[in-house]
């Protein structure tokens, strides 16, 4: 059923790019959709209507936006494709720097929050490469384009392209300045406007709260969000475990929110390691490695890693990066910058 409407979504992008005309300026502003999300900024949050209407003008169409958000690489690629592309020995050896330079930064919000420091920098890793590349489409640009030239998700990225407006005049911030990914998400760890208003935080203290270009507020804003979501200090993420399951298992299923338990993968002749109560939460995966087929028991923490990026490839990205952070952090010669994973 996802292939068919995903099928379907991607022809009606097709469709908008043969119809619409390729147009700088998209003049957003003039359209029926357009002058009712005016009407609504200036109603209900209070914003003047030539503001937003000399926003919306400025508002440029990228038909490159919309081609990339019909193929994300979490829907086009396998597992062994997905993983090359953030278990490398740079990404990790980056890592484990950043780790260093922030050290204070990691070990208070691994402190506050109960999140462990190398989830936290896997995430910003698999984001932005620890901030090295935060995207450069103008958000502005890629929230309208989505919001209005978008049909199957316009109504959330209109509701986005309200967040955004409502957090750049919180934060002081220039609308028409600010870049991020083909999907309007900012800064070290790629937050949407929505998420950067609920859970980014000023985590060093000077009044402003900017994860675009300061690390340390992205540190703790990450850590913010996974606690909001119920991160379960100290408990597992996932594990592979070597017995198997025929295809078409119903203990295989597609949901990413674990609704079996240890206990019905242990009858089912599985042996998984983890320290877990039997009633625990549990769901198997099926991933095409490099080396053949994979099975992966994941848990309540793997399930709160997809509440970031709405995929199980990406969770386990962040959590296969996020082991070779901590093991290779751990080893005595990094203590003096020292790395042998090259």
Same mark, same amino acid.
């Given at each position: ?64 936006? *919309? ?7 979490? &829907? ?7 993983? &090359? ?12 720097? #950043? *780790? ?33 590349? &935060? ?42 300045? *600010? ?11 790629? #937050? ?58 119903? *203990? ?28 625990? &939460? ?61």
């Amino acid at each position: 059923m996802n292939a068919v409407i995903n099928s379907a979504r991607n022809g009606l992008v097709a469709i908008a790019l043969l119809l619409a005309p390729a147009l700088a300026t998209a003049q957003y502003d003039t359209t029926p959709e357009g002058q009712a999300f005016i009407r609504d900024m200036a109603e209900r949050y209070g914003f003047q209507a030539s503001r937003v209407e000399a926003l919306l003008a400025s508002a440029e169409r990228k038909d490159s936006i *919309l081609e990339a958000i019909s193929r994300p690489a979490e &829907k086009t690629l396998e597992w062994r494709q997905y993983r &090359k592309i953030f278990i490398r020995p740079e990404r990790i050896d980056q890592g484990v720097e #950043f *780790l260093g330079q922030h050290r204070e930064a990691f070990e208070r919000a691994e402190d506050e929050y109960g999140v462990p420091a190398s989830v936290i920098a896997a995430i910003i890793g698999v984001e932005t490469w620890y901030g090295t590349y &935060k995207g450069n489409h103008r958000v502005l640009d890629a929230l309208a384009t989505l919001a209005f030239d978008y049909p199957p998700r316009s109504r959330f990225f209109r509701s986005e392209l309200a967040q955004y407006l409502l957090m750049t005049r919180e934060q002081g911030f220039d609308p028409e300045e *600010l870049t991020g990914s083909y999907a309007g998400a900012m800064g070290y760890g790629q #937050f949407i406007s929505s998420s950067y208003r609920h859970y980014a935080i000023d985590f060093d203290g000077d009044g402003v709260v900017d994860i675009l270009d300061n690390p340390v507020d992205a540190i703790g804003s990450v850590a913010n969000y996974f606690r909001a979501h119920h991160w379960k200090q100290g408990e597992p993420v996932a594990e592979q475990v070597r017995d198997s399951l025929p295809e078409g298992s119903p *203990l295989l299923t597609g949901e990413l929110k674990p609704g079996l338990t240890v206990n019905d993968y242990r009858q089912a002749g599985l042996r998984p390691e983890a320290d877990l109560a039997g009633s625990a &939460k549990a769901r198997a995966i099926r991933l095409a490695g490099a080396d053949g087929p994979e099975l992966w028991l994941t848990y309540h923490n793997f399930y709160v890693i997809t509440r970031y990026n709405h995929s199980h490839l990406y969770a386990m990205a962040v959590f296969q990066l996020a082991d070779a952070l901590r093991e290779l952090a751990s080893q005595p010669e990094k203590q003096n910058g020292v790395s042998n994973n090259s």
